[in-house]
C-alpha cells in the first residue's frame, strides 16, 4: 500500500475508537443526521467539471510572502499568525510555535489519476524556512489537511502532535513516535503549557481511502490563555454545534472560519461562505478570517468566489474580519483587508 494513504486502524484501535460516544461501532457519526450520497446520475458530468472545465476555478502561481523569523518573534501580540493558503496556519501563541494542519505540498489528491495542483508554487519549501515547532494540531486526516510530504519535513523539528481521534496510526505509520502525539475526542482538553486546548465537533467525515471513510474523527481547535481565545473551526456544514461550541467556550477574540470548497452535491459537510459568517456570529466571534481557499481546486465554484461572499456578508453583518495575504503577519485585532486576491 502506498504510504500516502497511511494506516487502516488495527483492532487495538477500533477498541479504542469504540468508547468514544460518537462511535456507531463501525464508523464515526455526525452529531446531527448528515447525508453525503451521491447520485450516480449525475457522477459522469460532475467528474467532466470538475477535471477539464477548470476556467476561473484555479489561480496562478500566488506568491507567498517568505517566512521573516524576527518578524515573527518580535511582536509583543499573545496570537500572532501567518496563513499558507487552504486551511494551513503558522501562529506563534503565548510564546509557543504552533502549526495548523500543515498541508504545504503540491498536489491535494495524490492518489488520484489527476492531480489537483497547488495554486502557490514550492510551498512544500516553506517548512525549511520554519524554526522548531513546539506543538502541530491536525483536524483531520482529508489529503488537503494531512499531507505524507509535508509530515516528513516536520518530523525532525516538532516536539508534539495533537490529532482527532484516529489520526495517530497514520502518523505513527510515517515514523512519528507515539509518545509525542495524543489524540482527542470531541470535547476533550489537554493543557499544553499554558494554553488550554479543546477539540470541537464540527459536520464532515474523514478517510484516506476507500476502506476507511470515517474510522477516524473530524473537528476543530480551540486555544485559550489568559488573555486571548482563539477558534479554528474545522471543515464543516452549518448546524447546531456553532452555537453550542460559542456556549460552551466562546465568545472568541479570533476565528479562522472554513469558507471554501462548497458544492451543492456536498452542501451538509462544506459550508456556504454566507453561513461561515453566520457560523462565526453563532459562535460569538470578535474577529475572523476565511480559510480553506487560495490553495487548491477542489470545487468547481471560481477560486475567488469564496472570498467576496464572505466579504461581501461580514460587511453587511458588520462582523470584524481579515483577509491576509498568503504569508503576510497578523494578529487577532487585525481588521485590514487590502483585497489582494483581486489582482491575481
Request: charged letters at 25%.
Amino acid at each position: 500500500m502506498r504510504k500516502q494513504f497511511g494506516a487502516r486502524p488495527s483492532k487495538i484501535e477500533l477498541e479504542k475508537y469504540s468508547k468514544s460516544r460518537y462511535w456507531n461501532g463501525n464508523v464515526f457519526k455526525n452529531l446531527e443526521e448528515t447525508n453525503m450520497d451521491f447520485s450516480w446520475s449525475k457522477m459522469p458530468e460532475f467528474l467532466n467539471r470538475q477535471f477539464f472545465k477548470k476556467n476561473g476555478r484555479e489561480a496562478q502561481s500566488l506568491p507567498i510572502i517568505p517566512f521573516d523569523t524576527a518578524a515573527f518573534e518580535a511582536s509583543n501580540q499573545s496570537m500572532q499568525s501567518i496563513w499558507y493558503g487552504h486551511s494551513a496556519i503558522f501562529m506563534r501563541f503565548d510564546h509557543l510555535k504552533i502549526l495548523i494542519d500543515p498541508m504545504f505540498g503540491s498536489d491535494a489528491a495524490p492518489i488520484a489519476p489527476f492531480k489537483v495542483r497547488r495554486f502557490s508554487p514550492n510551498s512544500l519549501e516553506v517548512i525549511d524556512s520554519f524554526p522548531d515547532i513546539d506543538l502541530v494540531l491536525i483536524s483531520h486526516d482529508h489529503y488537503d489537511h494531512l499531507d505524507y510530504d509535508s509530515i516528513l519535513k516536520l518530523k525532525q523539528k516538532t516536539k508534539h502532535f495533537y490529532v482527532a481521534l484516529g489520526v495517530k496510526r497514520h502518523l505513527v505509520s510515517w515514523g512519528i513516535a507515539e509518545e509525542i502525539i495524543t489524540e482527542f475526542n470531541w470535547w476533550e482538553e489537554e493543557v499544553f503549557d499554558d494554553i488550554t486546548i479543546t477539540f470541537t465537533p464540527t459536520r464532515h467525515f474523514s478517510g484516506r481511502g476507500l476502506r476507511d471513510r470515517a474510522k477516524s474523527l473530524w473537528g476543530g481547535w480551540v486555544l485559550k490563555t489568559n488573555d486571548e481565545n482563539i477558534w479554528f473551526s474545522g471543515d464543516s456544514g452549518y448546524g447546531t454545534h456553532f452555537k453550542e461550541i460559542g456556549d460552551r467556550l466562546g465568545p472568541f477574540d479570533f476565528a479562522f472560519m472554513e469558507c471554501g470548497q462548497y458544492n451543492e452535491n456536498w452542501h451538509q459537510i462544506h459550508m456556504y461562505p454566507e453561513e461561515s459568517v453566520q457560523a462565526a456570529l453563532d459562535a460569538r466571534v470578535q474577529n475572523c478570517m476565511p480559510v480553506h481557499w487560495a490553495g487548491f481546486a477542489l470545487a468547481q465554484h471560481s477560486w475567488k468566489e469564496p472570498v467576496e461572499r464572505f466579504v461581501e456578508k461580514a460587511e453587511s453583518e458588520k462582523l470584524n474580519f481579515i483577509v491576509p495575504a498568503i504569508g503576510s503577519l497578523f494578529n487577532s485585532k487585525t481588521t485590514e483587508s487590502l483585497k489582494w486576491w483581486a489582482g491575481f
